[in-house]
Each structure stands twice: as C-alpha cells, then as structure tokens.
C-alpha cells in the first residue's frame, strides 16, 4: 500500500501510518531521497540552547524539511535562531510563549522539535500532541517519571508520533552492532561497561541574560539555575540523567531486558560551591535474564575529570565490542583467545560478512606476547577489528531522518516514548539508590507505563 503525503494529509496520516503501512527502515533507504514537492515538512522548535542549537545542525542538512518558527523565552536565542535559519535560507518567525506559537502556526507546521530543559519536556511535548503535531522531544523524556508516562499517555491518546532523542538508536554504527555483532559474535554477554567522563567546569554565565521578570513568569528563581538548569533537581537530574540516559539505555537495548536492581553511590563535593546533583556516580545494575541468569553493567560518569572521554563496552565469552559516538573513542570488536572459542577460521567469516574489517597487525599484542606468555595470570589478547559501519553527517541526524521517515512513509520509530520511558526508570533509579544508600530493586510493572491517577474527588 503507498502513502502520498499532501499538506492536509500529513497531519492525521501517521495517526493511521503505523497500522496500515509497510514498515520503512531509514538506514536502509536512499540517503537523501525525497517524494514530490508536497513532501516538504514544516517544522517548529521548541528551545535554542546548546541541545537546540544541535539539533538545528542537521535539521537544515534533512531534505524536504522547513524550519518555520521557533520559540525560546530568551529574546537573545531567538535573534541567533533568525541568523542561523536564515543562513541556510529559511525565514523563521520567533516567539517567547510557545502557546502563541501553537496558536499562530497551527496551519504552517506539521512536526515540533522540543529541546527545552528536562522538566518543561511533558508540557511542552504533551501541548503539540494535543494540537495536532508529531514531536520528536529530546531526552530524558522529564526528570520526574510521572511526567514521562503522562507523555506517553498523552501519545497514544491523540495517535500522534513521539520519537525520544536517544540519537544512539538509529546511528547506523549502533545498529550494525546490536543487529549483527552483539547477537551473533559476542557471546553470552556477562559484563557491560560504560563511562562518561568530563573535566570540571565553573557554572556557565553571560553578561546579558534574561530579565528577572521572564525567569520569574518561567519558573525560574535566577540566571544562574536558567544557565544551569541540569545541576537542579527541579529543572534537571545531574550528569547522571544527562548523560547516563545515552548510555544506561544501550544496556537494556544490548540484554533485551530492563533491569532488575541498581546499587549507586555518588558524590556532590568536586565543585565549591557543591552542586545540588551529583557531579559523579558509579552505578552497578543487575539484569536478569528470561532463563534466570544474571548479568552486570558497570557505570561511571564523572564531571571533574575528562581522562578516558566516554564510550561503551559489551564483554562476552567470546568476543568484546568497545563503540563510542565518536568512532576514534570506540570501534573495535576483539576476539576471545582461549579454548573453546572462535579459532582465527571462525573469526575470518564475520570479516568475509563485512560485520568487521581485516585487521593490519595489533603492534601493542605483539609486543605484549612474550611477556604474557610467562605469566599464566594474563590472558593472551587477540588483535582488535575495526567496525565496518561509519557515520558521516552529524550524531543526531539518522534519529532525526528517521522521524521525518515515519511522518512521511510511516516508518518504524526506533526511539518511541514507551522504549524510552524504560530508560527513564533505570537512570532515575540511580539517583533514588544513591540518596538513600540502598541497592534499588525494580519490579517488572515498574517498566510500564501506568495508567492517569485518578482526578480527586471535589
């Protein structure tokens, strides 16, 4: 059955796309490949900050998508989103309220981009559903999991897509290696590891920021929480919700499951002042598997030192896979040297299927042999092979592509808001175990999205 979009079809077409359609994977198409003129999307954004500004990049580099308007309660961002926009030949017409926005470009966009700060997530996301607009929100979908759910809620109530900006879920290197590595050459993954670490940096501040008197009607008691919204439990939910989001969810997307508990600990004293969030954490979650075994992730994420950078490690019996978003920080999958195991025949066919490249020579193994090889302690380490799948546009642009694919064509999401709001339980757990000292044990309803409260009686 083919879909042809057309400006008055757009906005009801994917309510029904994703039970009468063929399914379209993004990363399988044709880059670059639009339908007719009426094909063009129009699109709002919500937010143009640092994650806003981001995300900005490879909208204008997305064929067949406009940019119409955006909004932001600092008058400044907005007269950086009209220089920018127009740049790239795009007239956007600016608002502070994002109502007015709805109002005003009911009729003029199809799609909403929202990258405002963690809690205003729900209101804004849950205002476009309602109004009409598919919406890709970035994540975390809110810093309070009630907020989450009633996104969800909110979704599949007005039929509307919501893709969560977990960008890691259609980058093709990621999905090359949960599609054919991790499945087919790991082996029983027993530990997975992960870590973000960056340097230690003053709170963010500008000579001119917003009036008192709009941060106040916004919620905000100051500049200094406007700035720096993530490090305040009630705007954000520190570098644990900010960055362990990416990484905590590819845990659950490599086991097929969601965890089972978490044990956290942290710290709040690396910046002085101390920050209200914590500025490190290490985590340990269990995931229990359907046939009862039990597997471990090791998280750290720190903010007062850069050394190590960030990347994710998946260590099976067989085999370890080491990626990050920057390739030169992660792409090697390694092989297991030992009896039992893949022989270097074996290894061979995964590079004959193009899952991994040939490899030229591992000079630090080589050098490591003759030591190794008189000390029964150490196991011998086998040459590591680089990935066979590159990225050559921006992180965010794949998720973004493939958003706009299932607006268009009614293609899969590959974020939507019930795979995210499992994320959002896990990391916001983290947080709950490390103020209270405990090992944070989940239940499996916890992963479903539950139903609204009931309203109070009058």
Known sequence: MEFKLNRRNFVKGAAVAGAFLPSFNILHAEEGKVGPKDDQINVALIGYGAEGRVLSNSLVRIPGVRVRAVCDIWKFQCQQAKIFFKSFGMEVTTYEDYKEMLEKEDKNIDAVVVATPDWMHCEHTCACLRAGKHVYCEKEM?????????????????????QIGHQRRSNPRYRHCFENIVPNMLGRITTAYAQWNRTLA??????????????????????????????????????????????????????????????AVGGRDAFDPPRMAYDRMYCIYEFTMPDGKKNEAIYQVISSNAHGSFYERFMGVNASLTIAELSALGNTVQREVRAGGYSEA????????GWILPNAGDKVKKALTKDIAVDS??????????????????????????????????AKLNCPCELAYESAVAVLAANVSADSGNV?????????????????KA
């Open 142 to 162: 809110s810093n309070r999991l009630e907020l989450a759910a009633e996104m969800c809620r909110v979704q599949k109530e007005t039929g509307k897509l919501l």
């Open 202 to 263: 003053p709170f963010f501040t500008v000579k001119r920021p917003p009036k008192q008197d709009i941060l106040t009607k916004y919620g905000y008691e100051n500049a200094e929480q406007f700035l720096n919204w993530r490090w305040f439990y009630k705007y954000g939910g520190g570098s644990m919700v900010d960055l362990g989001s990416h990484q905590i969810d590819l845990f659950i997307w490599a086991w097929g499951v969601p965890p089972s508990s978490v044990r």
């Open 346 to 353: 074996d290894w061979q066919k995964f590079i004959d299927k």
């Open 377 to 410: 302690r150490i196991s011998v380490p086998a040459d590591a092979n680089q990935l066979s799948v590159t990225l050559n546009k921006p992180a965010h642009m794949p998720h973004l592509e493939n958003f706009f694919a299932a607006c268009r064509h009614g």
């Open 440 to 456: 944070y044990r989940f239940k499996p309803e916890e992963f479903k999205v539950p139903p609204r409260p009931a309203a109070p």
